[in-house]
């Protein structure tokens, strides 16, 4: 029985609107249709069944389950980005646990579960496992807090079980065997499992059979103690796969007396087994010589990453000359530039290129330049997502990209080297940021390195209008940088600064557009205390915490703050806060 | 007017907890925080001064297309930004990955302390690995290998500890037996006979070694020859 005093009119046009908001699966959509009317709001909130939560923080769990009634799937957030660097406190929070005991409560049903930068323990993760019953899909990116025993739960307890999947995770070591918890006595569901964040060693045997009875798995993504001929008997097990971690695609040097006297793996039989994989990662303990094993299966793949392996520039091409269709590709910069070169021959059709540092010191030689970067903007002009990392650059060749891939949606430049400005010309890498606001159109993600004065801020505001996350650091002359950003990128969504001389009058200017965003994140700037309180004064939905990192003792900065970070709740501040956490 | 406060480099956070920071009072901005060059430039004992006008004027002869490197590795928290999970994993690696010429690093990078190069036996289950400096001669390495492989026997080096090549019926001789003879992979990428060099040669140019049958070893043996021919 309805509770609602609607007329039954009301309610047939309400059911009608619901069989077809079913359809609508774009969540920015359907936020405008909840928007439109109480009756919209609740055919939407009726109809939703995939539920995205950008800030833990942003509500309370019991919102969420008074809301929205059917979910099947939800994917929540929790410490912002700047975390993975050390810069936020270890236990400040992000805890799932408030959320799993309530949504266990309420949505029978949930089938798909996907949290990043949360902390997940074990006790949680068995809540999971006993409470939904049809559960299908867990994924953890960036979690911490639980270790193999809580895996094995969900091994043992969620016989629907399609999809595990544990990204760049910190998991404690508990040296428990969970491959074995995954029922023996019957083919399983998997589809995709990917371990490949897990530092202990998995029991092969049972990997082995458990793969052997996972016909539907597609998606497989080994840790870095799989050797490389454990991998190949894995591959002859499964040439359905399309997504493969290769684990150590290396010999394995521990002491197994159970492995059959030694031999040189076979190569060119196993891979040409796996003519359908598409997506190859992995090479965590790399022999080189083993390399060219991949050749059989370079021209189907659409994804390389290599970029957990010291591969050079000859090696590198040798390679990446097959790989015509890629479309993703992340490496070192050990491939230097020439290797760069080669991409940029080869991979026509690229989209996103990620190139990390081997030597993250500031001083280091760099073996990736500007040279790098301007090959790869000639030769993959499809290009719409580039991360960099590199010990010099120059505007030339930061607008030559502008100009040449006009599809980049995400343009993030780390020069390692603070303050550097433009090598040649000695000036700051304003025009070369400036012009990536101005030429990409389709921008929505932007991270600034090097010297860089106000003008570049300049720019970003005036062009940057679709930007929705801006990464600053060591940057600008004081405070009108953050001004022009806050009054210019109406579309500004996330924020994360530090080290930047941006104070209480920028922060103010912001004050039209906080409530509109996920967060901003403000570390070692100039704002002070006053300023922050004047804030959460003018913004009571705001949220605005002030702390420090563990490491700062002494090094008083006066009335500076260590780090602010805010954003808007509609259930108040929250009350997990630990005690180095002041919300104002 | 250039503002010189673009080219200051900084060695660290403002308020940041470093070794290096210097002692502050009161507000304390970044434009304040002081790179050491500069101080032993200068001679300015004062670096909790907030008047940076002497410090700009005596860098104002400077080009600013000089790059001022701060003196030593700065230890900026969370700086570049490479995440925790990718940093832990390559700072394993360079811990046991064997030393390769290809890696383009800093001139003296990492992992010049050790030498570390796969050994595998045939036959046996497994591999180990090396570090070469350790050891001071090929007497030393072969003692550590027989520890290693207990089956595994070397055969006679002879007094300087380098197995003979110019005679040639000696050398036939110890790749006839049933012995197993150690071979390695040189820079250019050549399986050879160990003990054709100078021990600290062999060090600098091994890449991997592999314990073979004397008899599967023969091949090497007219190669091994002829690059002593060269060298010698």
Redesign the interface.
């Known amino acids: 029985m309805s509770k609602r005093l609607i007329s039954g009119a009301d309610q047939v046009l309400e059911n009608v609107l619901e069989n077809v908001l079913i359809f609508l699966t774009s969540r920015r959509d359907r936020n405008a249709v909840s928007l439109v009317c109480k009756s919209w709001c609740r055919a939407e909130a009726h109809t939703r069944s995939d539920l995205f939560i950008g800030n833990c923080y942003a509500v309370a769990p019991r919102r969420v389950t008074d809301r929205f009634k059917r979910l099947r799937s939800v994917y929540l957030k929790g410490k912002p980005r700047f975390a993975d660097f050390s810069l936020m406190p270890a236990d400040w929070g992000a805890h799932f646990t408030p959320w799993v005991y309530v949504m266990a409560g309420a949505y029978r049903a949930l089938e798909k579960i996907s949290l990043k930068r949360m902390l997940v323990t074990d006790d949680d993760l068995a809540v999971i496992a006993k409470s939904f019953k049809g559960f299908k899909e867990l994924v953890l990116v960036c979690c911490e807090g639980f270790g193999a025993r809580g895996l094995g739960v969900i091994a043992t307890e969620c016989r629907n079980l399609r999809v595990l999947e544990l990204n760049e995770d910190e998991v404690l070591e508990d040296e428990f065997d969970w491959i074995s918890c995954f029922p023996s006595d019957c083919t399983t569901s998997l589809e995709s499992l990917c371990f490949d964040c897990l530092e202990s060693p998995v029991n092969f045997e049972a990997l082995e059979k458990l793969v052997a009875r996972s016909p539907l798995l597609k998606k497989l993504r080994l840790n870095r103690h799989v050797s490389i001929q454990q991998l190949y008997r894995l591959t002859s097990l499964a040439p359905q796969l399309t997504d493969l971690g290769t684990g150590a695609f290396g010999l394995q040097d521990i002491i197994d007396p159970q492995q059959p006297a030694y031999q040189e793996p076979d190569h060119g039989h196993t891979f040409a087994a796996c003519k359908s994989i598409v997506c190859l990662s992995g090479f965590r303990d790399l022999a080189h010589e083993y390399l060219p094993a991949i050749f059989p299966i370079c021209a189907n793949l659409t994804s390389l990453n290599l970029s957990y392996a010291h591969v050079d520039a000859q090696q590198l091409k040798s390679v990446i000359r097959h790989c015509h269709k890629l479309r993703i590709f992340w490496t070192l910069d050990s491939i230097c530039d020439e290797g760069l070169q080669a991409v940029a021959n080869a991979c026509t059709d690229l989209r996103e290129l990620r190139v990390f540092p081997t030597d993250p010191s500031e001083n280091a030689e760099g073996p990736v330049s500007e040279t790098g970067l301007l090959a790869v903007s000639l030769g993959c002009r499809k290009l719409q997502s580039i991360l960099y990392f590199c010990q010099q650059m120059t505007n030339a060749a930061v607008i030559a990209m502008s100009n040449n891939c006009p599809d980049l949606e995400v343009f993030r430049l780390c020069i390692i080297g603070r303050y550097r400005p433009d090598w040649v010309t000695g000036q700051p890498m304003d025009e070369g940021f400036g012009a990536i606001v101005k030429n990409c159109k389709k921008l929505t993600r932007l991270a600034v390195s090097g010297l860089l004065t106000d003008r570049a801020f300049s720019y970003i505001g005036q062009y940057g209008k679709l930007v929705r996350t801006l990464s600053v650091a060591f940057a600008a002359d004081g405070d009108t940088g953050l001004k022009y950003v806050l009054e210019g990128c109406t579309n500004l969504q996330k924020l994360e600064i530090r080290d930047s001389p941006f104070g209480d009058s920028g922060l103010q200017s912001g004050l039209h557009h906080f409530y509109n965003m996920r967060f901003v994140w403000l570390s070692s700037c100039r704002v002070t205390k006053q300023g922050c309180l004047e804030v959460a004064r003018r913004l009571p939905k705001l949220v605005v915490e002030v702390f420090r990192r563990d490491e700062e003792d002494g090094g008083e900065r006066g009335d500076f703050v260590n780090t602010l970070y805010m954003y808007r709740s509609l259930d108040g501040p929250r009350a997990d806060a630990p005690q180095f956490v002041k919300i104002l | 007017m250039m503002?010189l406060?673009?080219?200051?480099?900084?060695l660290g956070?403002?308020?940041?907890?470093e070794a290096d920071?210097l002692k502050?009072n009161?507000?304390?901005?970044?434009?304040e925080t002081v790179d050491l060059m500069l101080n032993l430039q200068t001679n300015d004992q004062s670096s909790s001064s907030t008047d940076l006008k002497d410090k700009k004027l005596q860098t104002s002869a400077k080009?600013?297309?000089d790059?001022i490197?701060?003196p030593a590795?700065?230890q900026?928290?969370?700086?570049?930004?490479?995440?925790?999970?990718?940093?832990n994993?390559?700072a394993q690696?360079s811990n046991t990955?064997e030393v390769?010429e290809?890696?383009?690093?800093?001139?003296g990078?990492?992992g010049s302390a050790a030498a570390f190069v796969?050994v595998?036996?045939?036959?046996?289950?497994?591999?180990?690995?090396v570090d070469l400096k350790l050891y001071e001669s090929y007497q030393q390495l072969s003692d550590a290998l027989a520890k290693m492989f207990s089956s595994f026997t070397m055969g006679d080096y002879g007094s300087q500890g380098m197995i003979d090549f110019m005679n040639e019926s000696k050398l036939m001789d110890l790749l006839n037996s049933s012995e197993y003879v150690p071979s390695y992979e040189d820079k250019d990428g050549d399986w050879m006979l160990v003990g054709d060099v100078p021990w600290q040669m062999f060090v600098d140019s091994c890449k991997r070694l592999r314990i073979m049958k004397g008899s599967d070893a023969i091949g090497l043996a007219p190669r091994a020859m002829e690059k002593c021919k060269n060298r010698c």
């Open positions: 503002h406060k673009e080219t200051e480099l900084c956070l403002p308020g940041g907890g920071t502050v009161g507000k304390r901005g970044y434009s080009n600013n297309k790059l490197k701060p590795k700065a900026v928290v969370g700086w570049p930004p490479v995440r925790n999970y990718r940093k994993v390559m690696k990955e390769t290809k890696v383009v690093t800093t001139p990078g990492s796969k595998s036996m045939d036959g046996a289950p497994y591999l180990r690995k």
